[in-house]
Structure formats: C-alpha cells, structure tokens
C-alpha cells in the first residue's frame, strides 16, 4: 500500500486521538469496576456497549498503526497521473473544471479534509482506474450502470492540468533538496564552522529529538517489512529469473526463465511450458526431474532438467508484480543502511530549560502571508532525518527556523517568503507563543485543539 503525506499526518493525528479516547475508556472502565455492588447490595450494571466501543476503537488504532508500518510513502511530483497527483480535469458533458488528488486507497482520508480543493479518489474507483498513467491533454472514458436504465451511460472527459506540489504544500520534509532548505544565515554559520573546525557545530547532524528518533524506529520497521515482503517475491522463480541445478555428480547448470520464440533449451526454459508451470512452486532446496520435447527443423529432441534448486537470481526480473515506490530491493538495503547508523549514532537532545525556543520546543506559530493568517503547532529540529512532515516540524536550518530560534512567548518575527499574490519574494511576519519545553508532551497540530485541552 502506497501513502501520501496528507494521508501519513491525518494517520498519525487519528493514532493520537484514539490513544487518548482509549485511555479515557480505561479510566472509565476502572471506575465502573469501583462501583461494584458490595455484599448484601443489588446493583445492575451493563457496560456491555462501552465496552464494545472500546474495542472498535482498539482494532482501528490497530488498523492504523499497521498501516504506518505496511505501507510505502511516496512524495513527489510526476508527469502523469499517479498516487498524490492533484489532477484537474474536465468532463464532456461540463462547463467547468474539477480537481481530484488520487490515491492508492482511501484509509485515513475517508472523512478527512473531504473538500472540493482535493477530491480524494481511490484508484480502484471507475474514474480513478480510467486517469492513472494519463497525461495532460489524454482523454478518458467510462460506462456506468445506473439504477432503473438497461443501458450503461457513458462517462468522458480531458485532462486539463497536473498540479505540481509548491513549497507550501503539505510535504516529507527531506522530499526537498537539503540545499533548498538551509537559509542563508545556516550557510554562513556552516562556513565559519568549517574554517574553525567546529566540531559542536558538525555534531549536531547527530542531534535529534525523541519523535524524531521515534520515527526512525518506525522507518526502520517500515523498511524491514518492505525487505521481508520484497524477499518473498525474491525467492518465486518468473520470467527472468536464473535458476542454478546441481546434478548428483555436482554438475552446475544454469538456465534462464524466458518468453520468446527462439529458445535456447541449453541455456534457457520456455515459460510457456509444463517444466516451467512445475518450477513456479520450487524454491531453493528443491530437486526438479522434468523433461521438455521440442523440434528443431522438424525433428523432435529431448532436454532434460535434472538437479537441486541451490539458486534462484532474480536481479533480472525487470519489476516487481506489484506497484512500489521502491527502485529494488538494494535500495532498501541502502536506505536502512542510513537508518541503522542514525540510530545508532544518534545523540537524543533534550528541549531548553528556560522558556526560548531551540531544539526539542514545540510551539504555536501564527504567520500573516498575502493577508491571510496561518496557525500551526510545531516542533523545532535542527534537520529532517526520516519522514517529518512540513506541517508538524521546523528545522533551524531552515529561513524560519533560523528567525524563531532562542525567541520568547509572543516576540514577534519576520521572515522571507515568495508571494503568490505579488509572484515576488516579499517579507512576512509572525509571533510565537505557547512554548512548551515539555519531552513528554504530544504534539498537537492545532494549536486552537492544544490551548483547549491546556485549559483542560
């Protein structure tokens, strides 16, 4: 299952939010079993739906936090239709435009940020089956049944647009290039730091918050299960695949799985044949004693495969049976490579003990851009290292960081941003409040969600 990055945050806000209606469950359950009758007393008492409730709600922090884990997360633009693409296209029998954001499946989305803006469609849907792949200027068409007709209507249209994500938009911080990230005052302080070999300021590359090292482990368990599952289509013998037998003499003979007219029955198997049908459930460890007729300028020959399985290589399988965001399975190597040696070098800071701003903060941030204002809570780190998103962190490596660093309640800030208004870089301002330097407090998105359960 592949996720986009508005799919991750509204997954991870549901996990925080069943969390805690779970644990106010416990509580109340707890009180209920205090209330039981004492001897001598009749009292009836059925918490037969509360706690029904309390399971549904269980079996879906379950469902969520396995798909964290089951999933890919893919964050990029492309130039055709594909999963997180924000697609705007015409129907025939419109006047206007409607925009559409497609995903692979609905979980997480099904009620969330629901809008005319995104129109959240599934793949698997009849318009979502019919845009996949498609690029600007295709055309698509569709039958529907509708109820109380014999005869299926038919659905058409263009595709008119494919909306590249903007540097506003909802994002895997480390999606970006690093050198669009970093400010400018970060690039001197960078160059000062290799002059004088600052080693401190090198060191904080390792310096992490606990989220942050929290979503490593989930990275790391990610990447491992996608390694398991990639492993298992691994060891399946297909068309490409080479596999290497070992008679009883310790002759080695390898043959390639191939689908084509002129086969070579030395070197190579027909995929259109018995022997192949009866090697698809071989693994390595297996004998095969099988034997293939074919012609050759019209006189029949005889081949035989004789031997045990002690390899299948499939490093020539052009790509996997399922869709995946992953190149191969060495590129999931590589990248728990990276993960492993950030976890394992990693050095877990903790927030300032005074009430500023710096690594580890969480604070609420209001920003005025194009006369608009924005609202967000975030979490100050000095960098993205797996996959925080633009709407939950802030590095200080970056132009914001930069100017809300070592600030106090309610100072206010400005900073530069590129105006869609002005289509110019212009400066904005913003202020800060709500700092909380507290490690073991969640963060809250919203920061009207967080000041009311503060007043609680």
């Not at 004492?38 to 379950?62: H, M, P, Q, T, W």
Request: net charge neutral; charged share 35%.
């Amino acid at each position: 299952m592949i996720l986009i990055p508005e799919q991750v945050k509204a997954l991870r806000d549901k996990i925080i939010e069943l969390e805690e209606e779970i644990n106010d469950y416990i509580e109340y359950l707890k009180n209920c079993e205090k209330s039981c009758p004492d001897d001598g007393f009749v009292k009836y008492c059925d918490n037969s739906l509360e706690e029904r409730d309390y399971e549904i709600k269980r079996a879906k922090l379950k469902e969520y936090k396995e798909a964290l884990i089951k999933s890919e997360f893919l964050d990029q633009d492309s130039l055709v239709v594909d999963y997180g693409s924000k697609v705007v296209i015409k129907y025939d029998d419109e006047d206007y435009e409607e925009t559409y954001t497609l995903l692979e499946t609905s979980i997480g989305l099904e009620s969330y940020l629901i809008n005319r803006d995104n129109g959240y469609i599934s793949v698997k849907s009849l318009l979502g089956e019919n845009i996949k792949d498609k690029k600007i200027g295709d055309t698509f068409s569709y039958e529907v049944a509708v109820k109380g007709k014999k005869n299926k209507i038919t659905i058409s249209g263009r595709i008119i647009d494919i909306i590249k994500k903007t540097n506003k938009d909802l994002h895997f911080i480390m999606s970006r290039p690093k050198a669009n990230r970093i400010s400018k005052k970060n690039e001197i302080v960078r160059k000062d730091a290799y002059k004088n070999n600052d080693i401190k300021e090198f060191s904080k590359v390792y310096e992490i918050t606990l989220s942050q090292y929290n979503l490593l482990k989930e990275e790391k368990e990610r990447l491992t299960e996608a390694l398991l599952r990639l492993k298992k289509d691994d060891d399946k013998i297909s068309i490409g695949s080479i596999i290497t037998l070992k008679d009883k003499k310790d002759n080695i003979n390898k043959y390639t799985i191939v689908d084509k007219d002129d086969i070579d029955y030395s070197k190579e198997i027909d995929a259109n044949t018995i022997t192949f049908s009866r090697l698809i459930s071989k693994k390595k460890g297996d004998y095969i004693d099988d034997v293939t007729h074919y012609y050759v300028n019209g006189k029949s020959k005889v081949q035989k495969y004789f031997g045990e399985i002690i390899d299948i290589d499939n490093s020539n399988v052009i790509t996997l049976e399922k869709e995946t965001t992953y190149l191969n399975i060495w590129a999931i190597y590589s990248r728990l490579g990276i993960v492993n040696r950030l976890l394992k070098n990693a050095k877990v800071v903790m927030p300032p003990c005074d009430d500023t701003i710096g690594v580890g903060s969480k604070v609420s941030i209001m920003t005025f851009e194009d006369g608009k204002v924005q609202n967000r809570r975030v979490e100050v780190i000095n960098q993205a290292v797996s996959s925080e998103l633009n709407s939950d962190y802030v590095e200080i490596i970056s132009p914001l960081g930069q100017e809300i660093v070592s600030l106090s309640n309610n100072q206010r800030f400005t900073y530069n941003y590129y105006s869609n208004l002005m289509k110019r870089v212009v400066q904005g301002e913003g202020i800060v409040y709500d700092i909380c330097n507290n490690t073991l407090e969640k963060l809250i998105s919203n920061p009207l969600t967080y000041q009311k359960r503060k007043r609680g």
